[in-house]
Each structure stands twice: as structure tokens, then as C-alpha cells.
T-cell receptor
């Protein structure tokens, strides 16, 4: 079984709809992240959480919100989806305690979201 | 302002030859650098990393070189194999901040 899972894998929705993307991990990591990937723009950080009570905005958080329901679950919401939020969304996790490799992140398979 | 730059969107090499992927950074606070590999329809996977206290790290066919004075790192793949065809992302982080800043990626195509 995959260590980091994302649901749904694909979603098509309409402008103005509320969408939730979910991420679950079995790695036991404290830190979780949401990124989006756009063609030619690489991976950009939306939100990150270092533990259940700690939520932080990334570089492109406008239009998004998150919820850390448990150590293993981190969900991303688009309250009112717009077409320029069409992208690939990735969840990632990292472990606080790996000496010398603190920053290695493990990614889920991604969710392809299309907003019409 | 892009802090991690991969100026080559794509690179094509022959099987068996060396692939060299380049990455430049502007933030002097970055002290840990990583390369990720991404196949279509999959999430990025960690490939190799290097700390700023080193100038080289090797793992099998993959070697990363870091030139701190030039704020430049490169990933060498020798010999290149068709299965290495993927998008390669350079990423960097600094100090106690565990966020990663990614480059835009380079699409490597290894031709049989």
C-alpha cells in the first residue's frame, strides 16, 4: 500500500463549486504539505502543517484553505473554485527526526483538478 | 523572484552517455539541496541530496555537485538509461525552515 494517498485522483468541477482534496499518510510523519504544479511553473507551496495544531500559509494560499484533522490527514479545500485553479495538486510529508535528511519530502500520486 | 532556477526546460541524450542537469539558486540561506524525479501520472520521488558542507554526493549512477561560490548545483547521470526519462526538479531549503523551494523542472529524454 502507498504511504501517501490522495483522493480523488481526478476531478472535474465547475466554477464556484466547493471542492475538497484529501491526503492520508501511514508514514507517521508530523509534517504535511500541499503543492500545486502548473506547466512550466514547477511545484509551488500552498499550505503546510508541522503538527496538528500548526498550520501555515505557503507562497500561493489565496483561494485555498486547509484542515489537519489528525496527524495522518491533511485536506485542502477550494471554497469557490475558479478556472485558474486547474492544476495538479500534490500532498507531501516529511519526518522531523531524520538527521541529515530533515528536508526530504515524500509525495502522494497527485490529484488532477479541472475547473470549468 | 525565482530563488531556484532550472534554465533548461528539456534535455535529450543518448543511452549510455552522460546527462547533466543544472540548477542555480539566489538565496544564500539555502543549505540543503535535493533532486526529485517525476514520471507522468506519479508524484515526485526523492533522488539524491547534498548538504552545503559538501561539494559532492554520489549514489550509484547519480552524482550531485555543489558549487557554493557560484550558487550552482548539477546532477550527473552516468550512464543514462531510457528509464531515466522523466522531469527532474531541483529543490532547496535553508536553516531550520523545512520548506522546500522548487525549480521549474527539466524534462530529460534518454533515447535508446
Amino acid at each position: 500500500d502507498a504511504d501517501v494517498t490522495q483522493t480523488p485522483r481526478n476531478r472535474i468541477t465547475k466554477t464556484g463549486k466547493r471542492i475538497m482534496l484529501e491526503c492520508s499518510q501511514t508514514k507517521g510523519h508530523d509534517r504535511m504539505y500541499w503543492y500545486r504544479q502548473d506547466p512550466g511553473l514547477g511545484l509551488r507551496l500552498i499550505y503546510y502543517s508541522f503538527d496538528v495544531k500548526d498550520i501555515n500559509k505557503g507562497e500561493i494560499s489565496d483561494g485555498y484553505s486547509v484542515s489537519r484533522q489528525a496527524q495522518a490527514k491533511f485536506s485542502l479545500s477550494l471554497e469557490s473554485a475558479i478556472p485558474n485553479q486547474t492544476a495538479l495538486y500534490f500532498c507531501a510529508t516529511s519526518d522531523t527526526y531524520i538527521a541529515g535528511a530533515d528536508n526530504e519530502q515524500f509525495f502522494g500520486p497527485g490529484t488532477r483538478l479541472t475547473v470549468l | 523572484d525565482q530563488q531556484v532556477k532550472q534554465n533548461s526546460p528539456s534535455l535529450s541524450v543518448q543511452e549510455g552517455r552522460i546527462s547533466i542537469l543544472n540548477c542555480d539558486y539566489t538565496n544564500s540561506m539555502f543549505d540543503y539541496f535535493l533532486w526529485y524525479k517525476k514520471y507522468p501520472a506519479e508524484g515526485p520521488t526523492f533522488l539524491i541530496s547534498i548538504s552545503s558542507i559538501k561539494d559532492k554526493n554520489e549514489d550509484g549512477r547519480f552524482t550531485v555537485f555543489l558549487n557554493k561560490s557560484a550558487k550552482h548545483l548539477s546532477l550527473h547521470i552516468v550512464p543514462s538509461q531510457p528509464g531515466d526519462s522523466a522531469v527532474y526538479f531541483c529543490a532547496a531549503s535553508g536553516g531550520s525552515n523545512y520548506k522546500l523551494t522548487f525549480g521549474k523542472g527539466t524534462l530529460l529524454t534518454v533515447n535508446p
